[in-house]
């Protein structure tokens, strides 16, 4: 799957596009809409935590340094004389490391703001709407051609390479 990101002028043009890619089978769990505080949503599919919030990537930095962490420390472990560590020591470290760092993360990435979604705090607290839409890797032409055939003004502000399958 990738993110795309489009900037759209209203909650009208919002309501359209959602209607459209409802229309092309895109599921609306995969469609995210950030709007300025105060905004009635009504019923569009509004961004979560998960997506307003750095806890995905927090949490990817958090496995790789826990995971890390805890092999080294089970590779000192093994150095110390005296002490008879089995290499299995090592692998359970690491992977016990991995899950603290993921959880560790995780919890301090819940309380950062998303750090891609920086580019579009201005235009967000200027009225504008920002979408995010998960699609296929073989239909992001298809999507980002169906938006900007019937909505000129709706801004492809680009696309995120990949996102994790459980956003």
């Given amino acids: 799957m990738q993110r795309l990101y489009f900037l759209l002028p209203n909650l009208e043009t919002a309501h359209t596009v959602v209607n459209e890619l409802l229309l092309a089978r895109i599921e609306e769990r995969h469609m995210h809409v950030i709007a300025r505080e105060g905004t009635p949503m009504e019923d569009l599919p509004e961004a979560s935590l998960m997506q307003k ?13 826990g995971g890390a962490t805890g092999a080294l420390a089970g590779l000192v472990a093994m150095a110390i004389p005296g002490l008879v560590i089995a290499g299995g020591l ?62 000129p003004e709706a801004d492809l502000e680009g696309t995120e390479p990949r996102i994790p399958a459980f956003p």
């Fill in 53 to 65: 919030s750095d806890f995905i990537p927090a949490m990817q930095r958090g496995v790789a340094l």
């Fill in 90 to 151: 090592v692998l359970a470290m690491g992977i016990s490391g991995a899950g603290m760092g993921a959880w560790l993360g995780g919890m301090i990435g819940l309380d950062v703001e998303n750090t891609r979604l920086k580019k579009f705090e201005q235009a967000i607290n200027n009225g504008e709407i920002l979408m995010l839409v998960d699609v296929p890797k073989d239909r992001v032409e298809k999507i980002e051609e169906l938006v900007k055939k019937h909505h």
